[in-house]
Each structure stands twice: as structure tokens, then as C-alpha cells.
């Protein structure tokens, strides 16, 4: 393994660094509505390990295996969410809502932070940057296959699923993942540039089109 660190090294740590300030939001959630939850944070640490340190990239990571080091931080924080979700959801089930509520609003903040770095919007460049935030594995696994690309339409399917294991080892349906996922993407889409709009098929066919 490379000891030098790149480009896609620091991308993949931001985004693990904003999903992180998303489990962060997840837990004020639960905390706000009667969750004890520091026997529960130490639990899910010690399950899945601590969120990352406010520490530079290159000040913690190991460059002996960078990328089994980067898998484990995903891996970790999308435990921890999988297994705070739970909770959440076996202390109240209609807590769907408001934790759908949490997944758009993230989902606008990121789009307004992303904004400035589009030079033209497009499908393409929509898609681009909605992957600078979500997390779907390494980019070895190959999630995403696009299928058709274009400035006006791009679609792509799900080639595998690099999240039920994690998601339902704790007990919770992949399916509540990706129905939060998508709260998150329509809203980071029609905060870009409602001009444009996010589409899933029943088939797992997703695409972000322009509107008719």
C-alpha cells in the first residue's frame, strides 16, 4: 500500500466527516426526546469505535493500509448510525418522520454548500457532487453503474448493496436506510437546482433528470 495520501483519500474522509456531523444531529434527536444516551454512546463505541478525532487526515491515519483504514472508518460510522437509528425507531416507530425531517435538512445544507463549487449545473455535475457526500462503500466496490449520461439526464443502477449487513446486524431493514437516503437527495437535488429532479424505479433504476 502507497504510504502517500491523495486526492481520493481526502475525499472519502470527508465524507466520512459529514456523515458524522449527521450521527452527530441523529443523537441530539435522541437525547432531546428522553433517550439516555451515554450508556448508549459508550455501547456503540465500543461496538463500532469512536467517531473520528479533530485531527488532520495525515495525523492519524495509517499509510501502512490506507485503504483498510478508510473501510474500517466507514464501516464504523455507518454502524453507529444503523444501531442509533434502531434505537431511536424501537423507542417510537412514527420517530420515522422526524428523523426524515434531519435527512432533508442535511441534505439542503449540503447542497448549499456545494453550490459553490458547480461550475455549471447539469445532471452530471448534480450527481458528481451528491457523491462528494454520500457514503457507498469504497471505490473499489463498484456501488453505482451509470447507464445513460447526459447534462439534461443521468441514470444509473445499484450494482451491489454495501449497506444491509452493517444495517440489518443491528436488527433494522436496509429498506429504512434508503428511504432516509432518499429524503437526503431529493432535497440536496431541488436545493441545487429545482429545475431538476431525483427519480427511483422500482427496479433500483435512479436517476436526476431535468424536469418536464
Known amino acids: 500500500m502507497s504510504l502517500f495520501l491523495g486526492k481520493i483519500h481526502y475525499w472519502l474522509f470527508n465524507k466520512v466527516l459529514w456523515f458524522e456531523g449527521l450521527e452527530d444531529e441523529i443523537i441530539q434527536f435522541a437525547n432531546d426526546n428522553g433517550i439516555d444516551i451515554d450508556k448508549l454512546k459508550a455501547e456503540i463505541n465500543f461496538k463500532y469505535g469512536q467517531k473520528l478525532p ?10 501502512s493500509n490506507i485503504h483498510g483504514w478508510l473501510q474500517d472508518k466507514i464501516n464504523s460510522a455507518e454502524g453507529r448510525m ?6 431511536i425507531l424501537n423507542n417510537n416507530n412514527d420517530y420515522i418522520f422526524e428523523l426524515k425531517k434531519i435527512y432533508k435538512n442535511q441534505g439542503v445544507n449540503a447542497a448549499n454548500e456545494a453550490k459553490g463549487n458547480i461550475d455549471s449545473v447539469t445532471a452530471e455535475s448534480i450527481f458528481n457532487s451528491m457523491n462528494d457526500y454520500i457514503l457507498d462503500g469504497m471505490p473499489c466496490d463498484r456501488v453505482n453503474e451509470i447507464i445513460t449520461s447526459s447534462e439534461q439526464s ?3 443502477r445499484k450494482r451491489i448493496c454495501v449497506h444491509k ?5 443491528e436488527g433494522i431493514s ?3 436506510f434508503y428511504k432516509l437516503r432518499e429524503e ?3 432535497a440536496f437535488v431541488n436545493e441545487i437546482d429545482n429545475s431538476y429532479e431525483y427519480i427511483k424505479s422500482e427496479d433500483n433504476i ?4 431535468k424536469r418536464i
Not at 82 to 87: P, R
Not at 165 to 169: F, H, L, P, Q
Open 206 to 209: 435512479q436517476a436526476i433528470r
Open 82 to 87: 444503523a444501531a442509533w437509528i434502531n434505537i
Open 184 to 186: 437526503w437527495i431529493n
Open 54 to 63: 479533530e485531527k488532520n487526515l495525515e495525523e492519524m491515519i495509517d499509510t
Open 165 to 169: 449487513d452493517i444495517w440489518e446486524g
Open 154 to 156: 443521468i441514470m444509473w
Open 174 to 176: 436496509v429498506d429504512i
